[in-house]
C-alpha cells in the first residue's frame, strides 16, 4: 500500500509523509519540486530546469546536478528507493520530468479540480453548487502559492498561471455572490485576495461593489481612493473604466438607514515573508488580546494586518483599524486618551447609521 502523502503548496512549499513533515531540502531542490508541481502533471524539460536554476549562465555539470536533484525529490516520497530507481512520483518522460499528484495529495490539484467543478456548474446555471465550489476553491488558495521562494522563480509563466487562476477564481466568485445572501460572508475572501493583488483592478471593483452591496458603502469609497492613489503612485495611470463603474455605483447608492459594520483594514502586503512560528503562537491566542512588540522598522503592522486578513471571517460584525502613529516621523503620537476617543467617535457614529454590534475586531 502506497505512503500517504501530503503536498501543500498554498503558504510555502511543505510535504508530508505518514503525518510527518519532511524537510524539503536546500532552495535548489526546493526549485526543482515547485517547478515539477507547478506544472501540474505536465512534462519539465531538463534543459527548462537548467534554465530556471542557473540561468544564462549554466555550470558544466548543471544536467546531472538536475539528474541528482530529481533523485533526491524521489527519495523523499520514498526514502528505500535505490539511486535510479523510479518510483511512483516523479516519472522520466523524454529528455525531462513529470511530477504524479492529485486533489487528494495536493492542494493545487484540488484547487484546480474545484475551479474546473464550479465553472462546470456556471455552464449548467447551476448557481448554487457554482458558488459553492468557487468558494471553496478559494478557501484552499487563500494563502500566497510557493511562498518564499526566489521572485525570479515565481515570475516563471507557469507559477503566473497560478496566481490569474487564483484572482480569475475570486472574481467569478465576486460576481455570483453580488445580490445573493454569500455576499456578506464571501466579503473577507475577496477582501483577501483583493489585499495581495492590489494591482488588479477587476477583482478591486469587486471588492468594492461587494463592499457596497453589504453595507460598507463608506468603506467602498475609501478603498476606491486607496487604490485609485496606488495605481498613480506604482503605474503612473487612471483607474480603469471598469473601476471607475464600480465607484459611482457606490456613489450614487442611497444614503438609507443600514446596519454598517466597520471593515477599516488596510491593505496588506503582496509579498509577506512567512512566520510560521509567530502565527502558530498567534493561532493558539485566537480570541485574546495580542500584542505584538520589537523595534521599529521590523514589520510587526505588516503580520498584524496579514493576520487580521486571516481572521477576518471570525469577526462578522466588523474590523476596527487604528494607526497609533508610534514611528510616524512627521506627526505625533496618538495618546490613549485620544485613541479611545477615536474608537467611541466611530462606533457612535456607525450606531448612528443602525449598526448593532456582536462579534467585532479591534485591530
Not at 507557469?158 to 456578506?184: E, K
Not at 453589504?214 to 498613480?232: F, I, N
Request: glycine content about 10%; overall charge neutral.
Amino acid at each position: 500500500m502506497p505512503t500517504p502523502v501530503r503536498l501543500l503548496v498554498f503558504g510555502g512549499l511543505r510535504l508530508w509523509r505518514s503525518g510527518v513533515e519532511i524537510d524539503v531540502g536546500p532552495l535548489r531542490r526546493q526549485i526543482v519540486f515547485a517547478v515539477l508541481l507547478a506544472a501540474r502533471g505536465a512534462v519539465v524539460s531538463v534543459a527548462d530546469l537548467v534554465d530556471v536554476l542557473w540561468g544564462d549562465d549554466p555550470s558544466a555539470s548543471a544536467t546531472n546536478q538536475v539528474h541528482r536533484l530529481i533523485g533526491e525529490i524521489r527519495r523523499m516520497f520514498e526514502p528505500s528507493l535505490g539511486k535510479r530507481e523510479v518510483g511512483a512520483w516523479v516519472h522520466p518522460h523524454g529528455n525531462g520530468y513529470r511530477l504524479v499528484a492529485d486533489a487528494r495529495t495536493c492542494d493545487l490539484t484540488a484547487f484546480f479540480d474545484l475551479e474546473t467543478a464550479a465553472r462546470a456548474a456556471v455552464r449548467r446555471d447551476d448557481s448554487q453548487e457554482a458558488t459553492h465550489k468557487f468558494e471553496q476553491a478559494l478557501r484552499t488558495a487563500r494563502d500566497q502559492p510557493f511562498a518564499g521562494l526566489p521572485p525570479h522563480v515565481l515570475q516563471s509563466p507557469s507559477f503566473v498561471a497560478i496566481d490569474a487562476t487564483r484572482n480569475d477564481v475570486a472574481v467569478a466568485a465576486a460576481d455570483l455572490a453580488l445580490g445573493h445572501p454569500r455576499a456578506r460572508q464571501l466579503l473577507p475572501l475577496i477582501n483577501r485576495y483583493a489585499a495581495a493583488s492590489v494591482l488588479h483592478e477587476p477583482l478591486q471593483a469587486r471588492r468594492i461593489r461587494l463592499l457596497n452591496v453589504t453595507g460598507h458603502r463608506a468603506e467602498a469609497l475609501m478603498h476606491y481612493d486607496q487604490v485609485r492613489q496606488r495605481l498613480a503612485d506604482e503605474l503612473g495611470a487612471d483607474p480603469s473604466v471598469e473601476l471607475q463603474a464600480a465607484h459611482l455605483t457606490a456613489l450614487a447608492q442611497p444614503d438609507e438607514p443600514r446596519e454598517v459594520r466597520p471593515a477599516q483594514l488596510p491593505l496588506g502586503l503582496a509579498a509577506l515573508a512567512p512566520h510560521d512560528d509567530v502565527q502558530a503562537a498567534l493561532r493558539a491566542e485566537r480570541g485574546s488580546l495580542v500584542v505584538l512588540t520589537g523595534m521599529g522598522g521590523i514589520g510587526k503592522t505588516a503580520l498584524a494586518v496579514d493576520w487580521a486578513h486571516r481572521i477576518a471571517a471570525d469577526y462578522p460584525d466588523g474590523q476596527m483599524f487604528l494607526n497609533l502613529r508610534g514611528f510616524d516621523a512627521e506627526g505625533s503620537h496618538l495618546r490613549p486618551f485620544e485613541a479611545l476617543g477615536i474608537l467611541l467617535t466611530t462606533a457612535r457614529g456607525l450606531r448612528g447609521q443602525g449598526a448593532g454590534y456582536g462579534r467585532g475586531g479591534i485591530g
